[in-house]
């Protein structure tokens, strides 16, 4: 069955960079986008953007332009998030959703990486 | 403030029929194919409908998805305990160009 295993907790301090993992399983890697998610303390759903697993090129949401970085390694089937200049306001789950097109659904998620940014 | 307006709050009691509305523009709702995602407590997101009105195997029939225009709605029949979560609607947006949430309805059970 189709699995996506993020990496576990993380703690910052502003001003710094956080990368989080996802590896997948279950299905040809090749063939799906990869979004990220993030969903702050009681609010709702964010989206950040999305990468194409088979030709590396990826989609920013405009606000996250210039600080995120995402990239996947196929010998692993393993996609990376890395989100730069961190400040409290990016406290947040970070979810990996498998799918990103506009005429897709994220079908299936890893169980999320708690993001806490602190002094 | 969520680009697309669901009730922050929905309720009904066992076996009743609860529907959830999500109000957005024409661009993104009224070109765009709506998904509804179920999030119960501490988990991630599932999707329950997507592309409008259609719902993945594994969820029940008593989900379903309709849009009209630039509105969408999620309803859920003979209402179970086991649905009380939290929902979401989605869609492309072509000014924001990336994937728009409302801001989630939390149902309850009574």
């Known amino acids: 069955q189709v699995q996506l295993v993020q990496s576990g907790v993380e703690v910052k301090k502003p001003g710094a960079s956080v990368k989080v993992s996802c590896r997948t399983s279950g299905y040809t890697f090749s063939t799906y986008d990869i979004s990220w998610v993030r969903q702050a303390p009681g609010q709702g759903l964010e989206w950040l953007g999305c990468?194409?697993?088979?030709?590396?090129?990826?989609h920013y949401a405009q606000k996250f332009q210039g600080r995120v970085t995402m990239t996947t390694d196929s010998s692993t089937t393993t996609a990376y998030m890395e989100l730069l200049s961190l400040t409290s306001d990016d406290t947040a789950i970070y979810y990996c959703?498998?799918?990103?097109?506009?005429?897709?659904?994220?079908?299936?998620w890893g169980q999320g990486t708690q993001v806490t940014v602190s002094s | 403030q969520s680009v697309l307006t669901q009730p922050p709050s929905a309720s009904g009691t066992p076996g009743q029929r609860v529907t959830i509305s999500c109000s957005g523009s024409?661009?993104?709702?009224?070109?765009?194919?709506v998904n509804w995602y179920q999030q119960l407590p501490g988990t991630a997101p599932k999707v329950v409908i997507y592309s409008n009105n259609q719902r993945p195997s594994g969820v029940p029939d008593r989900f379903s998805g309709s849009k009209f225009g630039t509105s969408a709605s999620l309803a859920i029949s003979g209402l179970q305990s086991a649905d009380e979560a939290d929902y979401f609607c989605s869609a492309w947006d072509d000014g924001l160009n990336g994937w728009v949430f409302g801001g989630g309805t939390k149902l309850t059970v009574l």
């Open positions: 024409t661009s993104n709702i009224g070109n765009y194919l």
């Open positions: 959703a498998r799918g990103g097109r506009s005429w897709s659904n994220f079908d299936s």
């Open positions: 990468i194409t697993a088979y030709t590396y090129t990826t």
